[in-house]
């Protein structure tokens, strides 16, 4: 009897090894095929979550396997669909604040073969910035146009006035025409301006507009950098906005958001090598907005503080050409090119770099502070000037020279016409610039 039982006690063992080894073969078989088949999507790493649990299953029960891995399963999968509602709520909250700005391009002779040539368009971005009926936009979006139409996500159209251009801001305010002012202005939603400022590398943000001329366009992505410098008509825009949402031509002059729906930035412009979005887009902040467009209802204009030098970031290779050692080779500031004559600088005291006789150049003043804080790159000699500094302001530039360490004072004077300052390009397809043609250490016309 005993030899009996001692016998089907074994099978049993036996049975329940083979139970576990096969049981055990499948899971790694799901697990391989979830991993490897690239037409595996969330089901199947799903699936392959639940087969793998959180802590070894000697410690656990089968059940708490099961718990636990659901768990994990479940909690992505409410961020996200609470994120999806919060996106959906605020395309809901903001959709009809945005408008599409189309101008008229100047008549082109008449081309028998494309009759369309004599209604050409431009297309961008707006959106609305009060009660009153004005619009905010990127002046590239408008250029020299002074009527131009807005369209709301309802389709209604109306003819709007261009009241004041900032070429140097690359900002614009529109005003809805008077004859439409009874019928719109009761409807309008203006958006919250944010506060640029606060904002950090990874935060999220929605960019909203009509690329390719696609109306109602949301995209998402994060802020990529902070404090950019780009390009502008002659002088270069600081503290730009970096971020990786699409954006793309026709996304000029719409709002770049926050989470909460308020106006974080205005997207401008993309670095691209095909006038397409590459995964670098850049947007003017909401900071200077509230600085700018305030003077631009009022007095159709905004008159930026002027320095009156060109400089780039000194680079190891430049400072390599400096007087003073090892000291000077380990300086960080802005070396100064050229000087404006008679300009702030000029008066101040700085000195521009030179040419000798032998046609060696040789570099100018480096500004390692402004104020007392340090200057690193020349976007912090930019940055600091255009956004703490007006129009007579005194600013106090602590230069090296020869091995020495000198503090020149000057007084900002109103920014020349843009008219001398003006780049000449070849009119782009769509009002998204291209890339930046000045590379970083090229040398940057100060405000």
Partial sequence: MGNRTERVMLVCVLLLVVSMTTQSSVFHNNKAAALTNPQDDGQKLTRNNLEQPSFPVTQQSPSDTNQAAFK????????????????RAIFKQVE??????????????????????TNATAQGSGFIYDNQGHIITNGHVVRDAKIVDATFVDGNRYTAKVLGTDIYGDIAVLQISQNNTQQVLPSLKPLVIGNSSKLE????????????????????????????????????????IQTDAPINPGNSGGPLLNMQGQVIGMNTAILSGTDTFSGIGFAIPADTIT??????????????????????????????NLTGGPAATNLKGAVVDTITKNGPADKAGVHGSTVDQYAKKHPGDIIIAVDGHNITRIDDLISYIDQHKSIGDNITLTVYRNGHTIALKATLTPRPSPLPFLIVRSAPPSPIPGPP??????QTPHP
């Fill in 437 to 442: 043609r000045q590379p970083p250490s090229a």
């Fill in 96 to 117: 009809n604040s945005v408008v599409q700005i189309t101008r008229k391009l100047p008549t082109a002779a008449f081309n028998p073969l494309n009759p369309q040539t």
């Fill in 291 to 320: 600085k700018i467009v305030p003077s631009l209802i009022e007095k159709g204009q905004f008159v930026h503080p002027y320095l009156g030098l060109s400089a780039a970031t000194l680079t190891s290779d430049l400072a390599q």
């Fill in 72 to 87: 994990n399963v479940a909690l992505p999968s409410m961020a996200i669909t609470s994120q999806s509602t919060n996106l």
């Fill in 201 to 240: 590398v990874g935060d999220q943000v929605i960019a909203i507009g009509n690329p390719f001329g696609l109306s109602d366009t949301m995209t998402t992505g994060i802020v990529s950098g902070i404090g950019r410098l780009i390009p502008g008509a002659g002088f270069s825009i600081p503290n730009t």
